[in-house]
């Protein structure tokens, strides 16, 4: 079992974290290595349910925040292991959000007096349908785990505070059409044909840009995946395109719903996964007060995050960590060394 | 190991065949099934090579004639175990084309004495990429297991001959984009949407009909499948669309790589695989002399066929077989039976 070193500091711990290969559904390598380590700290009670694992302390504070990260990532793009070069740390989950997840264990082993309990969760299956999500799995099992004041999300917003969250909605446009030999196509129906109208009409699509509290959020509808064909030689019978609609916290989810299946009228439109998103909520006291000691203008998020997951729990929350956002998920994705050990210095200095 | 029954008719003989699943690249079990009935036979002489089973008589007769079938089918449709029900067989490979392979199989047994010496050919992977092609492999292995002065093709055909074949090229159209997380899908560039017009073109475009020697051989080009997307959440940044176009014997393979780039002018076309077509060649005396034996009109043949492999070798070759080409390739392929029967009639009165 991988043994992690909380005394490297927080920008070798990433490099060690992301050098863990954690894609969506295989984190369990990763959650037994935070396991392991948070079970030695003496100051921490640690539990776990599935790949997630929740460790916090128990002072009887007057309040309690969670400082929360995901341990999954995307699916790697040729950038693994990292690469350090100019105080820029290269690779798969160096912004998104390893790095997060570094400083939230750098806090973990050093806050044994904190002015307010700490509630640290590190959980699997971010990256995937909603379903899945680690964070939605502890709310159902142990909603217990997760009361608090005040929740802050680690995920990457350049060392800013990022308000709401967008909504996210996925669906499949399912196309039919009738299998024949690809030598006599006029006896088949070509369902693969039969998308080309439907990916147009998502290329010409201007998404729309939603002012909230001063915040702007901007949406997007995009096609992210495509699949049709049966063999080399026949006409396919069936081809589906996987879209997914990134909307304004303003939205309801039905509301979002409506829009996809306004711009693509005419087509089978089958929602497929949804989640909500959340208003920037920022004048809560905790929310206002966190934004004042960090010091930033705040901003709109727009990835969805677990902060809907958190407000739907009644727990105010931002997001706030070390990565850049504008590089998730991309092959060239990676994280400056500054911004890491700046989040974890001000989060210290504010628990301390 | 699997053992066929010769002394079946043709028809359940069909239905025992088309049970033993063999999707191209799985005919191990069948062409096993086939070399050991076939070794029980006095008068043949058995090879093997790969999947691909070769039998012939040496009688030293005047003139040699190959009976070819490919032991191989496409993916199954849900359509297998076989269904027999007034008398017609539904199932995968009924049609194309273990149909013809079971009147090779009644011939090769019954055959002891025929008026010219016969090469039985079974074999692999006739339905994927040419270069799999096991009856290619033995051409370039064992050239003279193929030697003869006519070859029949016993693909579907509806007992009718059908004369020469269309050539066949697929190609990958490939587009390229950015990666990004879907929330922020200004910066990446989505290569999927950039599918949309290809797809509309090919939709749009009106194949040809061309006639040579009086049959007129109907063209086709198509998508058979579509691949993009990396994950729910990320701008694909690839995607590909996988071209079939089938096109009249009188064309050379160059030629149907120019027509298949006009058509989708702008774009990055890469030809993946290409076989050329044959023409009629009814002329030739051994033909001539076959179809008026058949006694029906023949047809142009629209499926490629590896009658353009003898060709290509020196040998006239016809396709003639029991199954019906319209339902090849399809869920509810099926076969009549009386054509099964009518075939291997035919054929033991001509080579008696």
Redesign the interface.
């Known amino acids: 079992m991988t043994r992690l070193d909380l005394s490297l500091d927080a920008a070798a711990l990433t490099v060690v974290l992301c050098d863990i290969e954690s894609v969506s559904g295989n984190e369990r390598r990763l959650a037994e290595a935070v396991e392991l380590v948070l079970r030695e700290v003496p100051h921490l009670t640690v539990q776990r349910d599935g790949d997630t694992v929740v460790a916090q302390t128990d002072l009887g504070r007057a309040e309690r925040v969670v400082l929360a990260g995901h341990l999954d990532t995307?699916?790697l793009?040729d950038n693994l292991p990292c690469r350090v070069e100019d105080g820029r740390i290269h690779g798969c989950g160096t912004t998104?959000m390893k790095s997060g997840v570094a400083v939230q264990l750098r806090l973990a082993a050093q806050l044994d007096r904190p002015n307010r309990d700490v509630t640290y969760v590190f959980y699997d299956n971010e990256?995937?349908?909603a379903e899945k999500n680690g964070l939605g799995r502890v709310a159902r099992n142990h909603p217990e785990w997760l009361a608090a004041d005040f929740a802050i999300l680690m995920e990457p917003t350049n060392a800013a505070v990022e308000g709401g969250c967008?909504g996210?909605l996925?669906a499949d446009v399912v196309f039919s059409g009738?299998?024949?030999?690809?030598?006599?196509?006029?006896?088949?129906e070509?369902a693969?044909?039969?998308?080309?109208?439907?990916?147009?009409r998502?290329?010409a699509y201007e998404?729309e840009q939603v002012d909230i509290d001063g915040l702007v959020y901007?949406e997007?509808l995009?096609?992210?995946?495509?699949?049709?064909?049966?063999?080399?030689?026949?006409?396919?019978?069936e081809?589906v395109?996987?879209v997914?609609y990134?909307f304004a916290p303003s939205r309801s989810e039905a509301e979002a719903a409506d829009v996809v299946r306004r711009v693509l009228d005419g087509f089978d439109v089958r929602v497929t996964?949804s989640a909500p998103g959340a208003l920037p909520g920022l004048s809560h006291p905790a929310a206002a007060a966190f934004v004042a000691m960090v010091g930033r203008e705040p901003l709109p998020k727009?990835?969805?995050t677990d902060v809907a997951r958190f407000s739907a729990l009644g727990v105010p929350a931002v997001n706030y960590g070390p990565g850049d956002?504008?590089v998730?998920?991309?092959?060239e994705e990676y994280c400056d060394i500054a911004p890491i050990l700046e989040c974890e210095e001000r989060l210290l200095a504010w628990l301390r």
Chains 1, 2 share one sequence.
């Open positions: 995307v699916p793009g998104d990256e995937v349908e967008q996210t996925r009738h299998r024949a030999h690809s030598a006599r196509s006029w006896m088949g070509n693969v044909h039969k998308a080309g109208e439907v990916l147009q998502l290329a998404a901007r997007g995009n096609a992210v995946g495509i699949r049709g064909g049966v063999a080399g030689n026949v006409i396919p019978e081809c395109v996987e997914n990134r996964d727009f990835g969805w956002p504008m998730a998920h991309q092959r």
